[in-house]
C-alpha cells in the first residue's frame, strides 16, 4: 500500500499540493495543520462567508477556531477548480460544498472561494483564502469556449 507523503513534504510541492492539505485539515478540524498551510507574512487574509477580513496570523488562527469550535471539522470538498500559476504566485479559483446541518435537516451549502499562494523559501504558501456565499449556477462545469485562429 502506497504511503502518504508527510505533511512537510506536500507543503514543499505544489499549490495543489497545500490546496489539499488545507481541505485535509478542514475536514480533520487540525488547526495546527491548517495553519502550516499558511505564509509566515503579516499580509496574510482570510473572508469566511459573510464574515469580516481577517489579517495575520493570529487573527486567521481565531477565526478558525471559532469555526472548529462550532462543529469540530468543517466537511469541504472542493470542485470546479481553475487555475491561474506563474513562477511565484498561483491563484485557484473554486467551489466548495460544506455539508451543513439546516433546521430541516443535513445539506449543502455551497461556496465561492479563491486561493492565493506565494512561493517562498519554505515553498508554496496560502496568503489569500476569500470565501463568498454559493449559488446553484457556481457549481455549473464550465465549458471551454471554442478555439478559434484566424
Do not use: K
Not at 496574510?44 to 469580516?52: E, L, N, Q, W
Not at 461556496?111 to 470565501?131: E, I
Amino acid at each position: 500500500m502506497r504511503q502518504a507523503p508527510s505533511f512537510a513534504a506536500i507543503l514543499g510541492g505544489t499549490p495543489d499540493d497545500v490546496d489539499a492539505a488545507f481541505y485535509e485539515a478542514l475536514q480533520s478540524g487540525d488547526i495546527a495543520r491548517l495553519m502550516a498551510c499558511w505564509a509566515d507574512e503579516d499580509e496574510i487574509a482570510c473572508i469566511h462567508p459573510g464574515g469580516s477580513r481577517s489579517l495575520g496570523s493570529a487573527d486567521i488562527r481565531a477565526s478558525f477556531e471559532t469555526l472548529f469550535a462550532e462543529g469540530a471539522a468543517i466537511d469541504a470538498r472542493p470542485h470546479c477548480l481553475s487555475r491561474w500559476v506563474s513562477n511565484h504566485t498561483a491563484v485557484h479559483h473554486l467551489v466548495e460544498s460544506v455539508n451543513v446541518m439546516t433546521s430541516t435537516g443535513p445539506g449543502t451549502a455551497l461556496v465561492t472561494t479563491t486561493h492565493v499562494f506565494h512561493r517562498s523559501a519554505q515553498g508554496w504558501r496560502l496568503v489569500v483564502h476569500h470565501a463568498s456565499p454559493g449559488t446553484p449556477q457556481d457549481a455549473r462545469v464550465p465549458t471551454p469556449a471554442p478555439q478559434v485562429l484566424h
